[in-house]
């Protein structure tokens, strides 16, 4: 997908970011600050990677980056090649090393997240178990659907320890699905728990192009 970087699009973005895809990160280097003097490049990652980088993250935290400056060959005005390609070569560096930081960071969340959610999700998987065996306990059998309870309105009802049951299996649903999307898949022989992924950036490196 090629998606649009302007505010209007924004909103629909997250729709298309998927799993095993790789994602194309560009910007500009050569665009000015309003004021006429080159942007910094603490301006160019917080405008132009760093809110993607999140966007991607919170979707796919697994995902593989290449990053990607353009306009390469193209100067400004009255700007030799030369010192244009310098100008850009220092402000990748830095972008770089900003990154670096960056998805340190959001890797940090992932793994806190992967060993929240699995705490979270034993106890939704305890708590099936407690109300299965409650159901079991006063003579229902699992999934009935209460017809001789009332609902309200004329509606057939369920007892309370069905609904409680029927919640919790769809909250460690919820979170077993989410494990999944944090969690790496294990190496062959490797020992102990699966380790969280990671957002890796192609190269390590910004790549400059026209």
Do not use: M
Request: net charge negative; charged share 30%.
């Amino acid at each position: 997908w090629d998606l649009g970087g302007q505010t209007i699009y924004q909103s629909v973005h997250s729709l298309f970011l998927t799993r095993r895809c790789i994602y194309l990160l560009a910007f500009r280097a050569d665009e000015s600050d309003g004021n006429g003097a080159p942007r910094s490049a603490e301006k160019v990652f917080e405008s132009g990677v760093e809110p993607w980088l999140r966007l991607i993250h919170s979707r796919v935290p697994d995902a593989h980056v290449l990053l990607v400056c353009t306009r390469w060959c193209t100067p400004p005005a009255g700007v030799d090649l030369e010192q244009h390609q310098e100008q850009v070569l220092a402000l990748c560096e830095e972008v770089t090393e900003a990154v670096a930081v960056e998805l340190t960071l959001l890797n940090a969340r992932t793994v806190k997240e992967l060993g929240d959610l699995r705490g979270q999700e034993e106890e939704a998987t305890k708590g099936v178990a407690e109300e299965e065996a409650r159901i079991k306990e006063s003579g229902q059998k699992l999934g009935e659907d209460g017809k001789d309870k009332d609902g309200g309105h004329g509606l057939p009802g369920q007892s309370k320890e069905q609904q409680d049951w029927k919640d919790l299996r769809s909250i460690a649903a919820q979170l077993q699905k989410r494990l999944r999307v944090v969690t790496a898949e294990p190496e062959a022989g490797s020992e102990g728990a699966a380790q969280a992924v990671s957002v890796e950036l192609a190269d390590g490196r910004v790549h400059c192009v026209e």
